[in-house]
């Protein structure tokens, strides 16, 4: 795993994530298994009341430096 980057496309809404998306096992943006040369694309910001559902997220390989079409 790399250190965060400025992603170069828009982090979707929190709850459009799946579960393996939120919990950093997916690409967050075409949703495939990540293993080897993540990167963190950065933290979706997130509160429900005085709780916080910030969450760290990832791509691969396979969205690394893409931008959106």
Known sequence: MTSPT???RPLPDPGAL???Q???RACVWCGQPLTTGTVSVGI???R????VLDTE???GPCCV???PR
Do not use: E, F, N
Not at 48 to 51: A, D, F, I, S, T
């Open 48 to 51: 429900l009341g005085v709780h």
């Open 18 to 20: 799946t579960w393996d």
């Open 57 to 59: 997220v990832w791509t």
């Open 22 to 24: 939120a919990a950093g």
């Open 44 to 46: 979706i910001r997130d």
């Open 6 to 8: 400025t992603p170069a």
């Open 65 to 67: 430096g893409t931008r």
